[in-house]
């Protein structure tokens, strides 16, 4: 969950910066609407693309691969 946050953030203001610069934002209410509409889409595709990035990597169980465990374990 941290790293969707970090990188939602250090991918996602750049983009919605970038975005901001094309669309007439007068009031802080418009300002805040666009920063929130735009900012949902983007972390639910960095949260996507995460989930997907540490299933395939198997990230989140300390680096130890399943089959590395079965043949360096001893059965007596």
Known sequence: ???TFVTTILVGSPIVALL???AG???WGARAEFAIRVGAVIWFVTSIALF???KRTDAGDGGSDPETKA???TED
């Open 1 to 3: 969950m941290q790293m």
């Open 20 to 22: 901001s610069l094309n």
């Open 25 to 27: 934002l007068q009031t």
């Open 52 to 54: 997907i990035y540490a």
């Open 71 to 73: 043949e360096t374990s």
